[in-house]
């Protein structure tokens, strides 16, 4: 699937995402401070203030580093997003899929989610 004839403009983005077992439910949160996010877990310039504008709830995530481990870029969330000390991780899933925003074709990306789980005290 993925070869020199058949890879969007957009390129690929990998993202770490957690899925935290906190009291009865799953941690989320609400973006704030764009500035930050754009700078600590690389969201795009003109996509973070519009996140924070939408008012919507998301989970704790991160884009990786160049040549950084999912795995890596989880705890990277943890530490930074969260300040919490050590979470036993463990991958739930991958997924993948085409962003495409049908208003402009040339911006479609390949989106790859490393989802992890763990419980958080």
Known sequence: ???ETNVPRGGTCLSAFLV??????????KMAKPEMWVGRFLV???FAPRYVSSNKWVLPASHLKYGEKP???????????LG???VK?????????????PSDPEAAHW????????PLR
């Open 1 to 3: 699937m993925f070869n």
């Open 20 to 29: 935290l077992k906190w009291k009865a439910g799953i941690l989320v949160g």
């Open 44 to 46: 795009g310039e003109a």
């Open 71 to 81: 795995e890596d870029a989880a705890k990277r969330v943890l530490h930074e997003q």
């Open 84 to 86: 919490a000390g050590s």
């Open 89 to 101: 991780l463990r991958l739930l899933q991958v997924q993948s899929h085409l962003s495409q925003d």
């Open 111 to 118: 989106d790859v989610c490393f989802v992890y789980t763990g």
